[in-house]
């Protein structure tokens, strides 16, 4: 790997960074204006409704321009986010501008592995990518549970104001989307330097009836094809059930373990150690050409999830936390190489991922909007888990039993 693949990775990390630790403060926002519990999963549901609705265009957007671009133009949304939820604006509007910026974000942060890479690189890119990812997901909490701290977080707001100036900044909330501003700045100077790779798969149009059409196209393509297919059904579920997930071990942690906002946002950060774990060792005994052969590895996490009802020790919780992320990580990421490797064959690698995103975040809305629901009809945290755990492992097995004997290396 040279030095251009290692700028990428710099400007994922600190965006995606900024974009977990962004979650948890505007969380603490939340709470400070004491919002119903069920805004919580409504909040992630307005990030993730611009990756739905923005599916069709966002992928011919990143194929029209040099990958670095349309990061550095994601990321100046994101920004811009962050500024309208200082200014006072509902957290809930806010934050879906910063989800529309990530829209955009994520097919260029993927697209360009498939463009600047081998195929034979792309497993073990890949697991760099999550794995840095991941690391950035557990400083992002560790950061954001930080500076929501109120112990932490009111010694700096003394110092916070510039003298004869009121910066608006009173409150550890939004000490922390503050800071995460200037993250977000420093994601945009890494995307500057990115270096400019030949731009395949141009859009024919930027007409809105025609990316449509070929949006449904490349849909309807992914999803006929047998190693799409199965690498779009998994990466999809997990998506879904990774963001249910880190929102369901806050609640889990209030009840089972006594934590507060603070201690809850850094608990999730050990799935993310899991999943990172999880990406290595995929990285070293997953071939590209064997990636099916993980999905009996899904079902064990759904089980795995319900092993979280009788466990109100920390160390255990820690223990069991980073046991789902790694049996997460291992399976997703051989499944998001192939399926990258199949859109990138079939289609251009933004359109590819433009649908993939679209699939990912059509579950991970559902999902949510099952769990407000939950919430807002008040059903226990312990019940929520055995539905979840359940959904999952079923789902998996399911696709198990499809695929299970489908794939044949000569078509990889």
């Known amino acids: 790997m040279n030095l251009g693949f290692y700028i990428i990775l710099a400007a994922q990390f600190f965006s995606a960074l900024a974009d977990n630790a962004f979650l948890f403060a505007a969380i603490a926002l939340l709470k400070d204006m004491h919002a119903p519990a069920w805004h919580t999963p409504v ?3 307005a990030f993730v409704f611009s990756y739905i609705v923005l599916a069709p265009f966002v992928g011919a957007f990143a194929d029209s321009l040099p990958k670095g671009r349309v990061m550095f133009i994601s ?39 498939t463009e600047y890479l081998p195929p034979e690189k792309l497993v073990v890119a890949n697991s760099w990518m999550e794995g840095l990812t991941v690391l950035a997901i557990i400083l992002g909490a560790v950061v954001g549970g930080v500076l929501i701290t109120p112990e932490i977080a009111n010694p700096m707001l003394q110092w916070w104001d510039v003298p004869l ?24 100077l890494f995307n500057l330097r990115i ?25 309807k393509l992914l999803w006929n094809d047998p190693l799409g297919q199965v690498s779009l059904a998994v990466t999809t579920l997990f998506w879904g059930a990774g963001a249910t997930l880190r929102l369901m071990v806050l609640t889990w942690a209030a009840i089972a373990l006594r934590y507060d906002m603070s201690a809850a946002a850094k608990l999730t950060a050990w799935v993310a150690v ?16 064997h990636s099916v052969k993980v999905l009996p590895v899904g079902i064990a996490m ?50 590819s991922i433009a649908v993939q995103n679209f699939n990912e975040n059509l579950s991970i809305f559902a999902m949510l909007s099952l769990y407000a629901l939950m919430e807002k009809l008040e059903f226990g ?32």
Do not use: W
Not at 274 to 289: D, M, N, T, Y
Not at 306 to 334: E, K
Not at 383 to 399: Q, Y
């Open 75 to 113: 990321n100046a949304i994101k920004f811009c986010g962050c500024i309208i939820m200082l200014s006072g604006a509902n957290p809930l509007i806010a934050y879906g501008v910063a989800g529309f910026g990530a829209a955009a974000y994520s097919p260029a942060k993927y697209g360009i592995l």
């Open 302 to 351: 759904g089980l795995a999830v319900l092993v979280m009802i009788p466990v109100t020790s920390p160390l255990l919780a820690i223990a069991l936390l980073i046991a789902i992320g790694a049996m997460g990580g291992y399976f997703v990421v051989p499944m998001n190489a192939l399926l990258q490797h199949r859109g990138h064959l079939l289609m251009g690698a933004g359109s």
């Open 43 to 45: 909040l992630q549901e």
């Open 195 to 219: 270096p400019r790779v030949p731009i395949d798969h141009r859009p024919l149009s930027r007409n809105p009836v025609f990316l449509l059409k070929e949006f449904a196209h490349c849909f």
């Open 381 to 412: 945290i312990y019940f929520t888990i055995v539905v979840f755990g359940l959904l999952l492992s079923g789902i998996m097995a399911a696709l198990y039993k499809k695929h299970g004997h489908d794939q044949d290396a000569g078509q990889v």
């Open 274 to 289: 899991g999943i990172a774990i999880g990406a290595a060792l995929a990285a070293r005994f997953v071939k590209l050409e």
């Open 165 to 188: 100036i009121d910066t608006g900044i009173d409150t550890p909330p939004e000490l922390a989307i503050s800071v995460i501003t200037a993250i977000y700045l420093v994601a945009a």
